[in-house]
């Protein structure tokens, strides 16, 4: 039998090969959890090696040495390099291979293709009628335009129904007259329009006789097909660099009374006709499809990014030797130590539990595209629910991890050598974008209100709440039951999401008796109302995990995993459990017992640690870090990193004639005086 660990070479560093000979399973069969096939797993190597054996997609240069403009364009010319290989190295019909290729060549900062492929093509897909996806889908698809989804003005993100853009409807030249009346009213953030793209899909209150019908999504043309040049009546231009994800140009869009013909409303699910007749959609938040296509396949981003992190810095743990545990013994590697086990194996449950609960999502996720195709609606409220809450839970726990991974790995994890905070910037964005994390978590305390009135007005409630209709036990089971069973654990979180959700209900019930408006009375209880949403939103992921490990066919997979689900609940049920001992649910023995089953835990997963990530199967070209180099030969990589710093292309800096040396002579004159 060969080596269960699939990264061992010849000439890899010892204390990493000394990991990677102690997994107990087949790193890549776990790939195929994690990817959720084994074929998925074997096309995402596949694609790495054929990318490796193209020299320009290779990076110029470590990303970090390069400015913004010359990210911006190292990004296009690979994407330029990318399209004459496309058709070979992945199947462009297939989102998960396109991600990796993206992944593996250019990395999470960006390219001027990002928002074209996450937003435009899906809302003209969700939302053009057949004759507009001839007009611009399928060109989209060929790349021959490219575009952007420009939703968001300076002024207003979050509330959808005060976009200050208007799209008023001229009845006599069947137009629409697209109008930016303000400066706040400019779009202000889409990916790509600053300067990559000639289209766009901008959503705008549509007006109809002077009466508003809320946003609506309008294919507007921006620049020349051939010179790029912005047309006339728009002015477009880039909003300046960001924390992070710098090579994509976030951009601004002023449109001065720009007319554009009827047939340019995305007109599938809803309608103006030539006399301006207004026809509903079937459900009125159909047009809201891109940002439920972006936030479905959020988990799997957050996971991957993640995983990132906590491949780096556990590769790093394994061949940083620092300090004694025994002191007659060699210094330990700084992942023998407890404390930076519980920094780092919880996170590596969480990653993979995220991708565990983002594959059940995405498949929800299709059914209700599928649905909707044909009118059907009946399943979006649940999806938004689902969405809403995952994507804020899962962004801020994301956020949380990087940085432990960051600390985790001491001084070098501040440099970019590391390319941990390049990560922790790409990846916390998305606690803001595709709907403000507050905002979402409200999103889904509306749908968690419904249910837990439904249930007091003694009705049946099923599926995603059915568990607030179901028995409950006063007392937690948890080490009070001959078996092991997780089931203990998720009645236990059932328990406090069901206690916090009726908590928050009985308050806002409270007041609303008492006479508030509801929007006051909804606001003085908005933590609790978010709370209830994180709580049911860790209950779906820990559920979600346990199922797919009750899933799993082969022994050593499940066993491993059956590892990291163990850590999880106990990690994460310590994380919440002041809800539980409030009540009594749990009780001090029973802390204490969950106490000890996460220390065990942490020595349990410790042997495979590496192992864990490594499964993840993160090339060196995509991880793009030097403490997370795969054969751990970190040192003297870090020396040759630093070599391209421009400041070490002279001896001497020009500041030190000019400010430096003028310091020093003054110092010097002044200490002889
Ligand atoms: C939802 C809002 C907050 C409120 O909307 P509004 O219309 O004002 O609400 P109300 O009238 O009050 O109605 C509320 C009711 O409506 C229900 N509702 C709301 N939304 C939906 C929905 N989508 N589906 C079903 N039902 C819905 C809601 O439940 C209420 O029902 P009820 O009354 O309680 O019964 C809205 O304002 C809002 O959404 N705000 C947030 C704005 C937002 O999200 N903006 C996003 C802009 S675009 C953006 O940010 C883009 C970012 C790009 C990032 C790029 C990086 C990408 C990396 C990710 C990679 C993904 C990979 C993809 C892979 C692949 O493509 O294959
Ligand atoms: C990297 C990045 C990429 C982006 N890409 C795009 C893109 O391609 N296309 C696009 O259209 N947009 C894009 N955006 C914009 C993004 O979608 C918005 O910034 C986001 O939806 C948040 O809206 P906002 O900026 O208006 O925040 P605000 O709503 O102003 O948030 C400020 C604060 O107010 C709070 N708040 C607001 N409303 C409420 C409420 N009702 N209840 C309680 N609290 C509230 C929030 O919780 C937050 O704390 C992008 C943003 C980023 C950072």
């Known amino acids: 039998m060969g080596n269960l660990n699939k990264e061992i070479r010849d000439g890899d560093h010892p204390d990493i090969t000394e990991e990677r000979l102690k997994s107990t399973f087949d790193t890549h069969k776990m790939a195929a959890q994690i990817y959720n096939s084994q074929r998925a797993a074997d096309r995402r190597n596949e694609i790495t090696s054929a990318v490796l054996k193209i020299p320009e997609l290779q990076d110029i240069k470590p990303l970090p040495f390069l400015s913004r403009e010359e990210k911006v364009e190292e990004a296009a010319r690979k994407i330029g390099i990318l399209s004459e290989h496309l058709y070979d190295l992945v199947n462009v019909n297939d989102g998960a291979e396109l991600y990796h290729l993206n992944n593996v060549v250019i990395g999470g900062e960006g390219n001027p293709l990002a928002l074209h492929g996450v937003m435009f093509i899906p809302v003209l897909q969700a939302q053009a009628t057949d004759e507009q996806k001839k007009k611009w889908l399928y060109r989209a698809m060929k790349r021959e335009i490219i575009g952007t989804y420009a939703q968001t003005e300076m002024g207003h993100g979050s509330n959808l129904r005060k976009l200050e853009t208007t799209a008023t409807y001229d009845k006599a030249t069947e137009e629409f007259v697209l109008n930016s009346p303000t400066t706040t009213s400019m779009k202000w953030w889409p990916g790509n329009l600053g300067k990559s793209t000639n289209y766009a899909v901008v959503v705008a209150t549509l007006i109809i006789n002077e009466k508003d019908y809320g946003p609506h999504s309008f294919m507007v043309q921006l620049r020349d097909e051939n010179t790029h ?151 979006m409220a649940d999806l938004h629910a689902l969405t809403s809450g995952l994507k804020s839970v899962v962004t801020y726990l994301t956020m949380q991890g990087i940085e432990q991974a960051r600390q985790s790995c001491g001084g070098h994890g501040y440099s970019m050598a590391s390319y941990i905070s390049e990560i922790y910037g790409i990846a916390i964005g998305g606690c803001t974008y595709e709907g403000e994390n507050m905002v979402m978590l409200l999103q889904l305390a509306r749908y968690l209100m419904k249910a837990a009135k439904a249930v007091k007005e003694g009705k049946k409630v099923e599926g995603l709440v059915g568990y607030l209709s179901a028995p409950d036990n006063r007392h937690s089971l948890i080490d009070r039951t001959p078996e092991k069973s997780y089931d203990t654990y998720l009645k236990t979180f059932e328990h406090i999401a069901r206690q916090q959700i009726f908590r928050a209900f009985d308050k806002l019930e409270k007041m609303l008796t008492s006479g508030l408006p509801h929007s006051e009375a909804w606001n003085k209880c908005s933590v609790e109302l978010t709370r209830a949403s994180r709580l049911h939103t860790r209950l779906f992921i820990a559920q979600a995990f346990a199922r797919r490990v009750h899933d799993v066919v082969d022994f050593h997979i499940k066993e491993a995993l059956d590892d990291l689900l163990h850590l999880h609940l106990n990690y994460e049920l310590l994380d919440v459990a002041s809800y539980a001992l409030e009540d009594g649910h749990l009780c001090g023995e029973q802390m204490n017992f969950i106490r000890s089953e996460l220390y065990r835990s942490l020595g349990k997963i410790r042997p495979n640690a590496v192992s864990y990530v490594d499964a993840w199967e993160l090339s060196d070209m995509e991880l793009r870090s030097v403490l997370g180099r795969r054969d751990g030969h970190v040192y003297e990589n870090l020396y040759k990193w630093a070599q391209n710093s421009s400041l070490n292309r002279t001896d001497v800096l020009p500041v030190f004639e000019k400010y430096l040396k003028p310091l020093m002579m003054s110092a010097r004159k002044n200490s002889k005086l």
């Open 229 to 379: 040049k912005p047309l006339p009546n728009i002015e477009v231009g880039d909003i300046g660099p960001k924390m992070a994800y710098n090579a994509t140009d976030n951009g601004f869009l002023k449109l001065n009374h720009l007319r554009i013909p009827r047939t340019n409303m995305l007109m599938k699910h809803v309608k103006v006709e030539k006399d301006g007749t207004y026809i509903k959609p079937p459900h009125a938040k159909m047009s809201y499809s891109a940002m439920v296509h972006v936030r479905a396949h959020m988990n799997n981003t957050m996971a991957y990014f993640l995983a990132s992190s906590l491949t780096i810095a556990v590769r790093y743990s394994s061949i940083r030797r620092q300090g004694h545990i025994n002191p007659k013994e060699p210094e330990v590697k700084v992942l023998e130590y407890q404390t930076q086990q519980h920094r780092l194996f919880p996170h590596i449950a969480r990653a993979y539990a995220f991708s565990f609960a983002g594959a059940e999502t995405v498949r929800l996720y299709e059914k209700v595209k599928k649905d909707m195709e044909s009118g059907e609606t009946e399943l």
